[in-house]
């Protein structure tokens, strides 16, 4: 069975990084589109980021030219550089990935990991 596991995410002062990473794992036959969405407190799921199989990028406005969206095809992860966090930033972060698994191609979730822009 398909899954993905984000990690990378914790608690930072304004400012400072993090780098996200999402792995995925299972009966694989080929990933596409991959992506980064965030929840904050009170607000709808945005998308933050997504990157497609041949390496195209998008960016939501409040985070471009901050954040930087990579993947390593041979390792079936995506990566999410955080620079210059804002308190803004705070947010359970998704990774979600269009996946071909052996019957079936759909869309695919991790679980979230939480970052904490404070000071």
């Known amino acids: 069975q398909v899954q993905l596991v984000e990690s990378g995410g914790g608690l930072v002062q304004p400012g400072e990084s993090l780098r996200l990473s999402c792995a995925a794992s299972?009966?694989?036959?080929?990933?596409?589109?991959m992506g980064w969405y965030r929840r904050a407190p009170g607000k709808q799921r945005e998308l933050v980021a997504d990157?497609?199989?041949?390496?195209?990028?998008n960016y939501a406005d409040s985070v471009k030219g901050r954040f930087t969206i990579s993947r390593d095809n041979a390792k079936n992860t995506v990566y999410l550089q955080m620079n210059s966090l804002k308190p803004e930033d705070t947010a359970v972060y998704y990774c979600?990935?269009?996946?071909?698994?052996?019957?079936?191609?759909?869309?695919?979730w991790g679980q979230g990991t939480q970052v904490t822009v404070s000071s």
């Open positions: 299972g009966s694989i036959f080929s990933i596409y589109d």
């Open positions: 979600k990935a269009n996946i071909q698994a052996v019957a079936w191609r759909g869309d695919y």
């Open positions: 990157i497609t199989s041949g390496g195209r990028t």
